[in-house]
Every structure is written in C-alpha cells, then in structure tokens.
C-alpha cells in the first residue's frame, strides 16, 4: 500500500502501467493506492460462458452497449454496495471519466426495456484492460456485460485482463491467481502493443442478446 495522493489522469496512467491501482478508503475518506503480492488476471483464451448464460445470450432479452453512458456506469458500481463497501469515490468518477474521454476507459452497459441494468468498466492501456468494477440490477446482466467485454477484447487482440484482486464471483468467471513479478512481466510486454478497444466504426455498438 502506498502513501494517499491526489489522482489525476495522468497520474493514475502512471501507476497503472506499475502495477498499482487506487482504492477509496470510506472509513478514513482517503484514497489508498495498492501493489499486492498476488494479482488475479482472467485468462482470455480461457473464458467459456456456462451452459445457462448461452441460453441467457440466445433469449433476445438484453441490449448490450459500449461506451454510452460510462460515468452513469460508474455511478452504479459505486451506489451498488453499502457505503461500508464503497470504494469509488467522486474523485474518482472525475479522473476515470475524463480518462473515458481520452480513450483510456471504457465500459460495457446492458440494457432491458431500455432501461440500464447492469455494466461494468475498466482502464485500457496498450494490449490491456484492467477491470474495475461491475454491477447488476437484474439477474444474468453483469455477466452477460462480462461475456461481451471478454468478445470485445479478443476481436482486438488484447493480451491481458487484469481483476486485481480475486472473489468469488470474478473466480467463476475464471481469475487466476499468479505472483505481482510474473503480473508485472505480462503487464509491461501487453502495454507497449497498440490496440484500440473498439473499431472507430462500430463505436457506440449496440447488440441485442
């Protein structure tokens, strides 16, 4: 853990590509910065959706976006768990949706009767997505954003996708545990390929699922 400092586009480009990533604290209202022992990744040649998510992706009942709302994305990541819980803060939501206007963040959104209802986002650098964070607020719609950004990413050839740190849900997903100094190893050589996250003509996608 390193020392709290104030974020900035930048600066968060900076630590990224060093294998650190912020965290706001809501007990102390500080940010924190970590740089773990062990790093979860989801392999991407590895992903296979389950048995009852093909079925969930052949029932026509979501509509899946890239990059519409992103900071709307965020807000909902961030009012999705107890404030205990939270670690997203307004500086953040600031830096990570000026990084979405450069190009350097982006997010999956799924919709329902037109209505958002889950998503998540992350930090692309290179041949790398580093994944913040999702939410649902209808059964099935978090992964069905998983299983989209996991396409988006092999279409454009990415090389890693970073979890940070494992949980049960992001384990069924798939996240691996390896050692920071192999992490590292995997970060530096993805980070310096050049990848766009989406096609400039297909930007702002829309697919019905």
Known sequence: MLDSKRLSSEFLLDIYQEGIFPMWDPYYNCLEFYETE????IPLENYKPSK??????????????????????????????PYAQQWISEEMIAVYTDLHRRGNAHSVEV???????????????????????????????????????????????????????????????????IPQNEFISKLKSAVRLERKFMDFENNNEHLLV
Do not use: P
């Open 111 to 177: 919709f329902q009767n037109g209505e958002l209802v889950g998503g998540l986002y992350g930090v692309h650098i290179g041949a790398v997505f580093m994944g913040e964070s999702m939410f649902h607020r209808v059964s099935n719609a978090s992964k069905v954003a998983f299983h989209y950004l996991i396409e988006q990413l092999k279409k454009q050839d990415f090389r890693l996708l970073d979890s940070q740190i494992i949980n049960d849900f992001t384990a069924k997903l798939g996240a691996v545990e």
């Open 38 to 41: 062990i790093r979860a990744i």
């Open 52 to 81: 009852s998510l093909r079925s969930v992706l052949r029932s026509n009942q979501f509509e899946v976006r890239f990059d519409t709302c992103f900071e709307k994305v965020m807000r909902q990541c961030k009012c999705s768990r």
